[in-house]
C-alpha cells in the first residue's frame, strides 16, 4: 500500500486514498511507532465527494482532526485531488472547508462550538458541562470537531498535568471519552496549550484543541476575538468568524512517502 505521512506541528498522520480494507485494523498497523511507520492517526482520503476519514492511533474512529485537516488540504493540493484555492470537505463533524494561504499555511473553518452535553455523551444533569469539579481542577467541555474538556491551569509542564491527562480523558462521566487540553493563559492574545488526546495519548499538537481552548477561554473572559495557541513545534492562530464559526490557521508539512 502507499501511503504519505505528514504533520501539523508534530502531530503526524498517515494519510492514503480510499482502500479495500478495515480502517479501523490499518490504523492500529500503520500508526504502530515500533512495528508501523508511526502516527497520531490515519487519515483516509474519498474523492467523491471529498471526504476525510479519521481514525487514532487505537484504532478507534474520530469525528474530526484541526490539524488532520490541514494535513488533508496539503495533500489534496500536492496529489491534485482537488484544484482551487478553497475545499470544501465532508467530515462525521459537518462539512469543513481548507484555505490555501502562502508557505504551507493553512486556515480551516471548523464551524460553531458545541456545547450541549447529550451531543457529547457527557453524562450530566445540565445542558452544558461548564467549570464542572474533577480531580481537583475545574473542567469545562466543548464540540470543536471533536469532544473536548478543557483545564486551566498555571504551569502546563507541572507534573499535576502529567498525572491528570488520562484520568480526565477516562472518566466515566465522559460516555464516549474526551480530549483533554491543558491551557496556560501568558496573557490576553497567547495561550500555551498542551493536549491528552484519547486513543493517542499526549501530542505534539491539536487543532480542534487549540479551538476549544480558545472557546472557553473566551468564555471565562482570558482572551478576546483571537488568541495565538503554542505548542512545542510552533503555533496556531485561532479566530472566531463573525457568525460564531472558529477559524484556525496553521502550518501542514508533508514528511514522507513509501510502502508499506
Not at 496529489?79 to 499555511?105: M, N, R, S, W, Y
Request: aromatic share 10%.
Amino acid at each position: 500500500m502507499k501511503f504519505n505521512k505528514y504533520h501539523g506541528l508534530g502531530n503526524d498522520f498517515i494519510i492514503v486514498e480510499e482502500q479495500t480494507l478495515d480502517y479501523s485494523e490499518l490504523a492500529k498497523k500503520v500508526c504502530d511507532r515500533h512495528i508501523g511507520v508511526g502516527a497520531d492517526g490515519l487519515i483516509i482520503v474519498k474523492k467523491d465527494p471529498l471526504t476525510m476519514l479519521f481514525y487514532n492511533a487505537d484504532g478507534s474512529e474520530g469525528t474530526m482532526c484541526g490539524n488532520g485537516l490541514r494535513c488533508f488540504g496539503k495533500y489534496c493540493k500536492d496529489h491534485k485531488v482537488a484544484l482551487g484555492p478553497l475545499l470544501e470537505v465532508q467530515t462525521l463533524a459537518g462539512i469543513k472547508t481548507v484555505e490555501f494561504l502562502k508557505d504551507d499555511l493553512y486556515k480551516t473553518n471548523l464551524g460553531k462550538p458545541v456545547f450541549d452535553s447529550e451531543i457529547m455523551q457527557i453524562h450530566n444533569t445540565e445542558s452544558k458541562f461548564l467549570n464542572q469539579p474533577l480531580f481537583g481542577v475545574r473542567v469545562s467541555a466543548v464540540f470543536t470537531g471533536a469532544i473536548h474538556a478543557v483545564v486551566f491551569v498555571l504551569n502546563v509542564d507541572s507534573v499535576q498535568v502529567q498525572e491528570l491527562g488520562e484520568r480526565i480523558s477516562n472518566h466515566p462521566i465522559f460516555g464516549d471519552r474526551a480530549n483533554v487540553d491543558f491551557v496556560q493563559v501568558i496573557d490576553r492574545e497567547n495561550f500555551l496549550v498542551r493536549t491528552y488526546e484519547r486513543g493517542v495519548g499526549w501530542t505534539m499538537a491539536c487543532g480542534t484543541g487549540a479551538a476549544a481552548s480558545f472557546v472557553i477561554g473566551k468564555n471565562k473572559g482570558y482572551c478576546d476575538e483571537e488568541v495565538t495557541v503554542s505548542f512545542p513545534l510552533g503555533k496556531v492562530l485561532v479566530q472566531s468568524h463573525a457568525d460564531g464559526e472558529i477559524l484556525l490557521t496553521g502550518p501542514a508539512k508533508k514528511i514522507c512517502s513509501g510502502d508499506f
